[in-house]
């Protein structure tokens, strides 16, 4: 049960946090170099930053959850890291400052895509969290939550 907890709480929440951060950032910039705010290099090199962080963090989480036996987070994590795998192995992961426009509006909906996916992905570790915790704490009755008030 502890170890279910510690997972839940130390592992998986605070990497979800920081691919939903991450990747947020990434959209921020997208739209900042859209509206023209920001120049093609700056942009390129900021995102480029975050995205092998983020590739390893992905993989990371979809392996963990494989062995861990959490087979619904790992079959949502599965495509993401698939294609991130495959982007790659192709070696079209960074983004080129030269051809950053004419990517623009496909790199920001995939970033969106992605966003979203985070976004549930989070959610339902808060919600495994509160039920592991609700679980670790023996709440289950609804009795037992009267004490709390």
């Not at 991450?22 to 739209?31: A, E, H, P, T």
């Not at 192995?89 to 051809?99: A, M, P, Q, S, Y």
């Not at 004419?102 to 909906?109: D, F, G, I, P």
């Not at 992605?114 to 992905?121: E, G, N, P, Q, R």
Request: charged share 15%; hydrophobic share 55%.
């Amino acid at each position: 049960m502890g170890w279910n907890l510690f997972f839940w709480l130390v592992i998986c929440f605070p990497t979800n946090i920081a691919l939903l951060a991450s990747n947020f950032y990434q959209v921020l910039i997208l739209s900042d170099l859209e509206a023209d705010y920001i120049n093609p290099f700056d942009a390129s090199s900021r995102i480029n930053y975050f995205i092998l962080p983020e590739f390893i963090g992905q993989g990371v989480l979809c392996a963990l959850c494989l062995f861990t036996g959490h087979w619904l987070m790992f079959f949502l994590n599965l495509p993401l890291t698939c294609y991130h795998a495959m982007l790659y192995v192709k070696r079209e992961h960074l983004i080129d400052v030269t051809e950053v426009f004419r990517v623009l509006n496909a790199e920001k909906k995939l970033r969106i895509a992605k966003l979203a996916l985070y976004l549930i992905v989070l959610i339902l570790t808060i919600f495994r969290l509160t039920l592991i915790g609700v679980s670790y704490l023996g709440l289950e009755h609804d009795d037992d939550l009267a004490y709390l008030w």
